[in-house]
């Protein structure tokens, strides 16, 4: 009895040795380890919740238990993605949305033999980014799927897929990262202070890509914005659409920026590339800038939410280290005194509209125009 429970304890022990890098979100853990000790793992699982807490590389780190044997070489294919059977779907084109014949791909592979592993594994990121069509397309392959394979779908929005299409997987629901998770990520990555790290945790909204992007703030973002939330009003209407222009100027060169850097770092595998081949690299490059281009859009509303945020801790009169924007401590102070004829709550709803505005496709021009008019900037 004492072996047995000794071998069960050591398989435990080994297999959290693959999520023992990921922070937050425990009960998944064990319970993707109690489906895999009990070899009762489903074939369709849906990994739903708030973006940057951790679902893909949860996904990965499976994928790594279902893929390898634990010998370093191919745990290294894994995390690298070049697993023959490890296939990953990402969002294409300029709309960042899943393609026809991706996922047509993907009901042709999910039937073939694994090349190397004893299962395949599909992750479909974004999953909520798949059309209608492909989406009942593949509901035959998710209701039937082949009994070596495993697929697991990614969202942070499992209300935009179709429901025949969740009914058919099990669900797992992510939750938002403890702050004592998230500060010593931000140290650590980031080098920052503990009172730097404590302030970025509190304004990440319990997400590790949210805290990265905050940390990798463009430059532009303080020069520009800073001095206008600090103010809290345009001198005239032109001054208004004068930041407006530069904003969408620095995004626009942040998108080109991105694209290069992709080009650059696919140029070597270019030369061996099919005609073919080439037109699907040119859509997962479009479709990878849109999604840059959509967080970095996330990332300048947050960024002035958070001056919102620091408003309402200096009311309060809350721990000055909390504060996000402590550079700008003497700015806040003089907002703070004068009074902000909106609530936090008003400026969150107006924010949200925004973001709403942006996954309609309005133009980033005009729906930062409208947010800076219902912001009482002018």
Same mark, same amino acid.
């Given at each position: 009895?004492?072996?047995?429970?000794?071998?069960?304890?050591?398989?435990?022990?080994?297999?959290?040795?693959?999520?023992?890098?990921?922070?937050?979100?425990?009960?998944?853990?064990?319970?993707?380890?109690?489906?895999?000790?009990?070899?009762?793992?489903?074939?369709?699982?849906?990994?739903?919740?708030?973006?940057?807490?951790?679902?893909?590389?949860?996904?990965?780190?499976?994928?790594?238990?279902?893929?390898?044997?634990?010998?370093?070489?191919?745990?290294?294919?894994?995390?690298?993605?070049?697993?023959?059977?490890?296939?990953?779907?990402?969002?294409?084109?300029?709309?960042?949305?899943?393609?026809?014949?991706?996922?047509?791909?993907?009901?042709?592979?999910?039937?073939?033999?694994?090349?190397?592993?004893?299962?395949?594994?599909?992750?479909?990121?974004?999953?909520?980014?798949?059309?209608?069509?492909?989406?009942?397309?593949?509901?035959?392959?998710?209701?039937?799927?082949?009994?070596?394979?495993?697929?697991?779908?990614?969202?942070?929005?499992?209300?935009?897929?179709?429901?025949?299409?969740?009914?058919?997987?099990?669900?797992?629901?992510?939750?938002?990262?403890?702050?004592?998770?998230?500060?010593?990520?931000?140290?650590?990555?980031?080098?920052?202070?503990?009172?730097?790290?404590?302030?970025?945790?509190?304004?990440?909204?319990?997400?590790?890509?949210?805290?990265?992007?905050?940390?990798?703030?463009?430059?532009?973002?303080?020069?520009?914005?800073?001095?206008?939330?600090?103010?809290?009003?345009?001198?005239?209407?032109?001054?208004?659409?004068?930041?407006?222009?530069?904003?969408?100027?620095?995004?626009?060169?942040?998108?080109?920026?991105?694209?290069?850097?992709?080009?650059?770092?696919?140029?070597?595998?270019?030369?061996?590339?099919?005609?073919?081949?080439?037109?699907?690299?040119?859509?997962?490059?479009?479709?990878?800038?849109?999604?840059?281009?959509?967080?970095?859009?996330?990332?300048?509303?947050?960024?002035?939410?958070?001056?919102?945020?620091?408003?309402?801790?200096?009311?309060?009169?809350?721990?000055?280290?909390?504060?996000?924007?402590? %550079? @700008?401590? =003497?700015? /806040? +102070?003089? $907002?703070?005194?004068? &009074?902000?004829? !909106?609530?936090?709550?008003?400026?969150?709803?107006?924010?949200? %509209? @925004?973001? =709403?505005? /942006? +996954?309609? $496709?309005?133009?980033? &021009?005009?729906? !930062?125009?409208?947010?800076?008019?219902?912001?009482?900037?002018?």
């Amino acid at each position: 009895m004492r072996v047995k429970l000794s071998a069960v304890y050591s398989v435990t022990m080994m297999l959290e040795t693959y999520f023992s890098h990921l922070h937050g979100n425990d009960p998944i853990k064990h319970y993707l380890i109690k489906m895999i000790k009990k070899n009762a793992i489903s074939q369709s699982l849906l990994f739903a919740g708030p973006e940057g807490v951790g679902k893909s590389l949860f996904a990965k780190a499976f994928a790594e238990i279902l893929l390898t044997d634990g010998s370093s070489d191919q745990r290294e294919q894994v995390k690298a993605e070049t697993h023959p059977d490890l296939h990953i779907y990402q969002p294409e084109g300029k709309l960042g949305m899943h393609s026809i014949d991706a996922m047509r791909q993907l009901t042709e592979e999910i039937y073939l033999v694994p090349y190397q592993a004893k299962r395949k594994v599909f992750i479909i990121h974004e999953a909520e980014r798949m059309l209608p069509y492909s989406a009942n397309a593949l509901l035959k392959t998710f209701e039937e799927p082949a009994l070596d394979s495993v697929i697991i779908l990614l969202t942070s929005l499992p209300e935009n897929l179709l429901p025949t299409l969740r009914s058919r997987f099990q669900t797992l629901y992510f939750q938002q990262v403890e702050t004592s998770h998230l500060i010593p990520f931000v140290q650590e990555r980031f080098q920052k202070t503990e009172a730097e790290a404590q302030a970025i945790a509190a304004s990440s909204k319990g997400s590790f890509a949210q805290a990265t992007r905050l940390c990798s703030q463009k430059s532009y973002y303080p020069d520009i914005l800073l001095p206008l939330l600090a103010a809290g009003r345009f001198s005239s209407y032109g001054a208004l659409l004068e930041t407006v222009r530069q904003l969408t100027e620095q995004l626009e060169q942040s998108k080109k920026q991105a694209e290069e850097e992709m080009r650059q770092e696919l140029s070597s595998h270019l030369e061996n590339l099919t005609a073919i081949q080439r037109e699907s690299l040119e859509k997962e490059i479009e479709g990878f800038v849109s999604v840059q281009t959509n967080r970095e859009t996330t990332h300048l509303l947050d960024f002035i939410l958070s001056w919102y945020r620091d408003l309402e801790l200096m009311r309060v009169k809350a721990d000055p280290n909390f504060l996000f924007h402590k %550079e @700008a401590y =003497k700015q /806040l +102070e003089q $907002s703070a005194q004068q &009074g902000n004829r !909106l609530s936090l709550e008003q400026v969150q709803t107006a924010i949200n %509209e @925004a973001r =709403k505005a /942006l +996954e309609r $496709s309005s133009s980033i &021009g005009i729906t !930062l125009e409208n947010l800076f008019l219902k912001l009482h900037f002018y």
